[in-house]
């Protein structure tokens, strides 16, 4: 299957050319492709290609270093390496969400501190938004940060934090003032991740993978000028962030390779129960795509389109759980090689936490329902 037949008039030929390279990349590598590889798949050395390439801040403006290319040409490119189930963890977060937060509302000295780094794929960033006792409540966070000086000191604990252990910095929500409303008093901050007082322990999944982590924070001390954006205002920021945490084609995607074997092993065999379920897959992944399009084309209006990234995450997640229980299906009727049963076993470990991540569906159809537009 190929994400071709999925395309809309929006993909003009710089676009497929771009598509073109990106494939050509993916294939010098010789990659073995994984699902949900933007969570399981760190690979410095492949970051590294991207980088060189100039896919990493791609859509940010060029006076700040960035490639100062459209929204809807970095999801090509992050379609494609999702496609191909490619190891891209170590950028991740850091092109997805922190670098664009900071060209929003950081400083310029963040901006020169880290915007570089991010653009070389040398800044790797953990997210520390969870907590044990919030979940995906991020109005009951826990950890504070208290003033110290010219600085802050960080206290509490964050968890299901991504490639932590990989981790330069770790971008950390913390409250730093007591307010009648759960939503005022929270901040952001940009920790070093080796800085005195941060203790990270692993967390394995159930196949014995480690990309989760349980991070500690004891009287961390953080420089002043690595709060992010305005101080207090930290509940606003984080809700603008997070459209591009929930707008991005790995809400689809993730399971991709998966899908793409289940339709190898369904050509094999003629039986129309299987026709019918993967054909009801590829009708999804339209409609899904389309709306990853209008979430691209809204960023590049310089919106922050909150009610439709919510409305992607919420369906991809739905559509990606189905993509799992649809191959368990069809690769035992239709057989299943060596490579579709480990991206079986890689989706069965990966998507009961999709309804969760970046927002649990509850969430998101909380944030739907209060938008002006539904």
């Known amino acids: 299957m190929s994400i071709e037949t999925v395309s809309t008039a929006t993909d003009a030929d710089h676009l497929s050319d771009l598509r073109r390279q990106v494939r050509e990349v ?63 963890t170590a950028h991740w977060t850091a092109d997805r969400q922190i670098g664009p937060a900071i060209l929003r509302v950081g400083s310029d000295e963040l901006k020169a501190e880290f915007l570089p780094g991010i653009r070389r794929g040398e800044i790797v960033v953990g997210l520390g938004m969870s907590e044990t006792e919030a979940g995906s409540d991020l109005a009951a966070v826990r950890t504070r940060a208290v003033p110290d000086g010219d600085g802050w000191r960080v206290t509490g604990a964050k968890v299901w934090t991504t490639s932590a252990h990989h981790a330069t910095h770790i971008y950390v929500l913390a409250r730093t003032s007591d307010e009648d409303a759960r939503h005022e008093g929270l901040t952001e901050f940009l920790v070093d991740s080796d800085a005195p007082g941060i203790e990270i322990r692993p967390i394995l999944d159930m196949v014995g993978e ?17 709060a992010l954006g305005t101080v207090g205002q930290g509940w ?29 092993s369904a050509a094999r065999v003629r039986d129309r129960a299987v026709t019918e379920r993967v054909g009801s897959l590829a009708a999804q992944l339209v409609g899904l795509r389309q709306l990853s399009v209008q979430v691209a084309t809204a960023l590049d209006a310089g919106e922050v389109p909150g009610r439709l990234a919510s409305a992607l995450k919420l369906r991809g997640t739905t559509f990606e759980k189905e993509v799992v229980e649809t191959a368990r299906y069809v690769l035992d009727v239709c057989g299943a090689d060596a490579e579709a049963s480990r991206l079986l076993v890689d989706g069965l470990a990966a998507v009961p936490g999709a309804s969760i991540r970046g927002g649990a569906s509850e969430v998101m159809r909380t944030v739907i329902g209060r938008s002006e537009v539904c």
């Open 236 to 264: 606003k920021q984080v809700t603008e962030q997070l459209a591009f945490e929930r707008g991005g084609a790995e809400r689809y995607l993730s399971t991709y390779p998966l899908l793409a074997a289940m339709v190898r």
């Open 26 to 88: 993916v294939a010098a590598a010789g990659i073995a492709p994984r699902t949900d590889s933007w969570m399981r798949g760190f690979d410095a050395s492949f970051t590294e290609r991207v980088a060189e390439r100039g896919w990493i801040g791609m859509s940010w403006p060029a006076e700040y270093g960035g490639g100062g290319r459209s929204n809807l040409e970095r999801m090509v490119v992050t379609e494609e390496l999702l496609r191909a189930g490619a190891p891209v």
């Open 210 to 226: 480690h990309h989760f982590n349980e991070v500690v924070f004891a009287d961390v001390p953080v420089p002043a000028g690595r």
